[in-house]
Structure formats: C-alpha cells, structure tokens
C-alpha cells in the first residue's frame, strides 16, 4: 500500500486507468470505484491524492484526477455564477449564465430568477422592476436544475445582485447604496438590488 | 489502392472502374486457403493506427484518427444546454451523427447522414459515459468520414472516444472497436472496402480494454458458436493493443498541453 501526502504524478492517467483499490482510496472528482474492487480514472489528467478530512468516519485518502485542460463547466446547485439579464418580467426575471465559478461557458446556459428569491426579507413585496433591468451583469448562486427549460437562479444574500449596469444614458452606474445605483454622466439614481463586492 | 489503367496517359480515356478482367480474378481467389490479402497483411494483422487529439479548436474536444487510408475526424460539443423541446431529464443525453464527406468512396457521392452508423456509434458509447455527471445537458458528437478505406464504423467509435476524453467528459473507460471479415473458413481482421464487399459475415466489437466488458457487438451472416468465439477473442485481443495506442496518444498529448502552461 503506498500513501503519498498531496502529490501529484508526472505521467497523466487516461479513463478507465487503475488508481487503486477502493479499499485503501476513496474516489473524489475525476474518479469512479466499483465495488469491492478498484478506483478507476474518468478523465484525462493528473493524480493527486488528498489527505481525509480530519471529522469524517471514512478515513481513506481521496484520489482525484484534475484536467489538464479547460474543460467545459456546467452550473450545479451550489455555485456561483455570473449571468446577463435579457427579461424582466412581472414574477420573474430570465438571465444567460455565463459564468460558472471562475470559468467561463462555451455556450450560455438559461436561468430565471424568481421574485421569491430575489432577496431574503420581505420577498412578497419584491419589484422586479426595481430590482433588475434588461441588460445587467448579476452574481447569483444557482438553488436547483431547475425545469427542462432553465436553471433556478437566487440573489438572496448580501453579496449577489448587480455586479455592473448601464444607466439609460448608456454610462455604466456606480452604486451608492443597498438598492440604488447612480450614473455619473446625468446624475440620476436608477432602483436595483446590488450586490455588495 | 491499385487502380489498372491501360498505356500512355494521351491516348486512352480514365475510368474509376479497375480493369474488369483483374475483378473477376479476384472474386475466384477469395476462398482459396492460400489466398494473400491485397495489401500483403496477414490475416490476422490490423492496418497501422494513427490518432491525434485537438484537431477541430472551436470543439470543446476532437480527435482525427487513421487506419490505413482510412480517415476520420471527430469533434464533440458540449455539455450544454438540451434544446427547448427536450423534456427534463436528470441524466446528461448523447446525440450522435456520423456523415461522409463527398471525396470519402471512390465514386463521388451525396455527403449526407448515415442513421444506422449515427445509431450504433450512440449505442456503442452510451454505455462508456458517465451520463449523471451532466445532468440536463447534452453533448453532441459529430463525426465525419474523410475518407473511406473500409473498417469505418470502428475507426469512427475508437475516435469518437478519445474525442469524449478530449473534451473531458467523464467516461467509465476509453472505447475501441474493431471489425472482422467472415471469407469462407478465413477470418481476417480489419477488412477493406473490397473484402468488405465480399464478405460472407462479419463481426464487430466494440471493447471497454480496462474494464474488460463490450459494449456493443454486431453480427451479420451466419456464425457458428465456436466461430463467435473464435472472432471475438481474435477480435478483443486486437482491441486491447489499439486501447494502449489510444491511451499513449492521450499521455502525449496531455504532456504537451503541460509543457505549454
């Protein structure tokens, strides 16, 4: 049995490679175990294997196999992404994800933001009008895949809402406070629910 | 290919069509015992097998691969996001096409979508993803055959897997296939188009070499168990030795793609 503390291998290991047995290896991303059998790859990439966490009943090394490449992210419940507003309605505003974590998408993904998920408080009371216009760069977490058309996207905390948006006279606003932005060509104070950054 | 054209290039006029004396030649050594293959192989001897990753830059992954004058180029697309008419599901979906370019066969033809190899190269390699990784999206396989010198449809599937593990789509294990002609009492590995066309079956596997398990058989004519058995071993064994080309052309590429960074 060898045991390497945070190493990673030269060589890359392809699918379907043998890490292990899944006696001594527990398998974490990139890795898949059969039953009472091995570890094996399941992308291209490099080995690294990560000490256990310190709580946890399962005390095996976890095994991961990290791309070498950008590969393509998918929004999963949990993450944060960025996304461009393209609707606003009565209940609901539409949104293209861009973003996923720190990676950009090759191909947008579709995710609405419902008015109950807009902020925590008072979410009854939501406007969506005052909240987010057509347009605007927003940090939000995805809560769920959501139904066969598009991803449940949620704002409700402190440091999601608009990221970035353009005033009606087309300058990109700079915002002074919780629900306000201001544009510094005309002044004027446009309602959304920024994020704090 | 040989092609037999008559004398000095002024005075006869081309034809696609090989002498027809030389065909009919053919046809009658074919079930000879000692009959040699066209290009010298034995029988028992696939065609040498080139593969190379990150051929198509606007894919999220692809592979071109030949087998002999055999050609093919694969990119794959995705995950991402099912069209709007797609029901939900919380299993990631393949769609596969395979088309043939208008140059592939020696006679000029209408490059259009070949549905029975789209729907076994979608069988083949279902099996072989990992679907729960992507729920709701779709990854979109095409391939296209550039040129077409026989055993297609398995040089088509070992591609299209190594294009899968380009894009870096989670898959259980690299898949390879590879074909095997049934001549009279021969049976020879890795056919070309003309002993394809005169074959009296044949057999193709398509192989998880890791995992040891098929994930597709196809048979056409008439087998006898003990002959099945025969060809498939002959034919696993053949996969293997291709899974370890296939994964050394990954290593390589990974490599690079490091030295780079």
Not at chain 1, 22 to 42: E, I, K, N, Q, T
Not at chain 2, 103 to 111: C, K
Not at chain 2, 185 to 212: A, C, F, K, W
Request: aromatic letters at 6%.
């Amino acid at each position: 049995m060898v045991m390497e503390e945070m190493n990673q291998e030269s060589t890359a290991v392809t699918p379907g490679e043998i890490l292990g047995k899944a006696s001594s290896l527990r398998p974490g991303r990139g890795a898949y175990a059969v039953a009472g059998g091995d570890v094996y790859a399941s992308l291209t990439g490099r080995r690294s294997i990560l000490p256990p966490p310190p709580d946890s009943p399962d005390q095996r090394p976890i095994v991961e196999v990290t791309g070498h490449k950008a590969h393509g992210v998918v929004p999963e419940p949990g993450s944060t992404v960025i996304a461009r507003v393209k609707k606003v309605m009565a209940k609901m505003a539409s949104a293209d994800i861009m973003c996923v974590g720190e990676k950009s998408v090759r191909e947008k993904f579709t995710g609405i933001i419902r008015q109950q998920d807009v902020r925590a408080t008072e979410i009854d009371k939501v406007d969506m009008h005052s909240s987010f216009r057509a347009g605007d760069i927003v940090r939000a977490s995805v809560l769920s895949l959501g139904d066969a058309r598009a991803y449940y996207l949620s704002t409700a905390k402190n440091e999601l809402g608009v990221v970035s948006a353009e005033s009606a006279a087309g300058a990109t606003m700079i915002p002074i406070s919780w629900t306000e932005m201001q544009c510094p060509m005309s002044g004027q104070i446009e309602q959304r629910k920024v994020a704090k950054v | 290919m040989a092609t037999k054209r008559g004398g000095s290039a002024s005075s006869t006029t081309y034809s696609p069509w090989s002498n027809q004396k030389t065909r009919r030649q053919k046809r009658l050594d074919l079930k000879d015992p000692d009959w040699v293959r066209a290009d010298g192989r034995l029988f028992h001897q696939c065609r040498p097998a080139f593969f190379r990753t990150g051929a198509v830059s606007a894919a999220a992954g692809s592979a071109y691969a030949e087998l002999g004058d055999t050609k093919v180029i694969v990119s794959v697309f995705g995950p991402r996001e099912s069209k709007k008419a797609m029901l939900y599901s919380d299993v990631g979906r393949l769609n596969c096409n395979v088309s043939y370019t208008t140059f592939a066969t020696s006679v000029r033809e209408q490059g259009s979508d070949h549905k029975e190899y789209s729907s076994t190269l979608h069988k083949a390699l279902e099996g072989a993803i990992i679907l729960e990784s992507f729920p709701k999206t779709t990854v979109d396989v095409f391939a296209l055959v550039l040129e077409s010198s026989g055993s297609d449809l398995p040089l088509v599937v070992s591609c299209a897997s190594l294009a899968l593990a380009d894009a870096g789509i989670m898959m259980y294990d690299l898949v390879t296939a590879v074909s095997l002609s049934c001549h009279g009492p021969n049976l020879i590995l890795d056919p070309l188009v003309e002993e394809e066309s005169h074959q009296d079956g044949s057999l193709m596997v398509t192989y998880m070499p890791s995992r040891v398990e098929v994930t597709q058989l196809t048979i056409t004519g008439e087998w006898s168990v003990s002959r099945i058995h025969e060809a498939m071993n002959l034919c696993i064994s053949a996969c293997s030795r291709l899974g370890d080309v296939m994964r050394s052309c990954l290593k390589e590429a990974a490599a690079a793609a490091a030295d780079d960074t």
